[in-house]
Nanobody
Framework: QVQLVESGGGLVQPGGSLRLSCAAS????????MAWYRQVPGKQRELVAR???????NYADSVKGRFTISSDNAKKTVYLQMNSLKDEDTAVYYC???????????????WGQGTQVTISS
């Protein structure tokens, strides 16, 4: 069974910074991509940033230049460094990892439980 445990959310003032972490545990054969999504009430979950196993990254336009995604493949952990935070970054942030639990299984998405990020003065 694969589990993703997130940490690092909280309340911060506009302009501040937060760092989210998401650690995967369990039987993991191979990781394809790691990503962060966010969701606010009444809206669809949106992709914030994604990193591939090769290290390629892509970001939502709204966070480019402010957020940085990184990963430690050995620790099976993905991070999201969030700087210059704005009110509109307030959301529940979810980590997502696309992985296989064995060589003969298909790639599957796993999700963290979500962590609240609130930007407010």
């Amino acid at each position: 069974q694969v589990q993703l445990v997130e940490s690092g959310g909280g309340l911060v003032q506009p302009g501040g910074s937060l760092r989210l972490s998401c650690a995967a545990s369990g039987v993991i054969f191979s990781i394809n991509t790691m990503a962060w999504y966010r969701q606010v009430p009444g809206k669809q979950r949106e992709l914030v940033a994604r990193i591939t196993s090769a290290g390629s990254t892509n970001y939502a336009d709204s966070v480019k230049g402010r957020f940085t995604i990184s990963s430690d493949n050995a620790k099976k952990t993905v991070y999201l460094q969030m700087n210059s935070l704005k009110d509109e970054d307030t959301a529940v942030y979810y980590c997502n990892i696309n992985l296989r639990t064995s060589s003969w299984r298909t790639w599957q998405d796993y999700w963290g439980q979500g962590t609240q990020v609130t930007i407010s003065s």
